[in-house]
């Protein structure tokens, strides 16, 4: 065998859902497709196209080839593979909240992993993602699918994916603008009140139980947050404004996509509302002075998955 190629697809993720910060996510129905061959010459070819194909390095710096490095070196296997084809088809906006960097870091992983054999399992590609992306609420839903709830203790990850039983429908409104996580970040405080944390413990056990059971009416304020949201609501124009349009268009809740700025509407199923819940938000977002499109999305249950995997040789 001188070279293998995969093909794997990597759904979007919404991290946070407003009180679970850095440690609730989804995945959603938007894919990104990479695919990778691995060749023993040293040398890597990376296109990309898609959204954001422009802005995506094609040398040393891309975060898939940096990824599958670091399993080949896990695996040992540096020596046998020195070399890689990839190339990217990407449908998730880049730096809009919905994971884009995530997809890459486990579209890496996962591909390099089927190539030799699956060495590794899921707990194992969780804990390298989390190690290279710095928190695991994006790389989680990416890897698991479905709605995750995942803890870092002494910087062991764990991670429990489930279905919810209240089936929801997702809109994303998609502003016309970048935030980097980075930025988003630098505008939180380092300590918070008491009563904050205690706000979003709450909330954030009330939306797990809610959706673990199907108890739909104690969603009301399950996607309330104190601890990030107000803090980032001045890189945002309008979020909070955004947020009430789409509860009084019939969504559940609404919240801050992972850092923003894309927001999400929780919208049940069976209102059938999800039309009228994009344009409240749109309105709302004009209202500020920023125009945003919609993508109407649903849960992702199947997470990462190789998609063909054909050796060549
Ligand atoms: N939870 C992160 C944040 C985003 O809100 O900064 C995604 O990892």
């Known amino acids: 065998m001188s070279e293998r190629t995969v093909r794997v697809r990597v759904p979007a993720t919404s991290a946070n859902l407003g009180p679970g910060f850095d440690a609730f996510g989804i995945a959603c129905t938007l894919y990104n497709e990479t695919t990778l061959t691995l060749t023993r010459a040293p040398g890597v070819e990376i296109t990309a196209r898609g959204e954001g194909a422009s802005h995506i390095p094609a040398d040393e710096r891309n975060i898939v080839w940096k990824s599958v490095r670091y399993l080949l070196e896990r695996a040992g296997c540096n020596d046998e593979f020195r070399g890689a084809k990839i190339h990217m088809n990407n ?24 190539i030799l054999d699956n060495r590794f399992n899921r707990h194992e590609l969780l804990q390298f993602a989390t190690d290279i992306e710095g928190h695991p609420d994006n790389v989680a839903p990416a890897i698991y699918g479905g709605f995750t709830v995942n803890t870092v203790t002494n910087g062991v990850v764990d991670c429990f994916s489930f279905l919810p039983r209240i089936f929801m429908r997702f809109v994303v409104m998609v502003p016309n603008f970048y935030l980097s996580t980075k930025s988003a970040r630098q505008v939180l405080p380092v300590e918070i009140p008491m009563k904050d944390a205690i706000f979003n413990i709450s909330h954030a056990g009330m939306m797990v139980a809610a959706l673990a059971r ?47 700025p894309c927001l999400i509407a929780f919208v049940p199923e069976r209102r059938r509302c999800t039309d009228a819940v994009a344009d409240a938000m749109r309105a709302a977002f004009r209202d500020h002075g920023v125009q945003a499109r919609p993508l109407f999305l649903r849960l992702d249950t199947k997470g990462a998955h190789i998609v063909n995997d054909k050796s060549a040789n």
């Open 91 to 114: 449908r998730i906006p880049l730096s809009r909240g919905l994971g884009s960097s995530a997809t890459a870091i486990v579209a890496g992983l996962k591909a390099a992993n089927a």
């Open 214 to 260: 199907g108890a739909e009416k104690f969603l009301d304020h399950a996607f309330e947050d104190a601890l990030h949201q107000n803090y980032r609501a001045e890189l945002i124009p309008g979020m909070f404004d955004v947020f009430a349009a789409a509860k009084r268009a019939g969504a559940y809740g609404a919240a801050l996509s992972g850092a923003g």
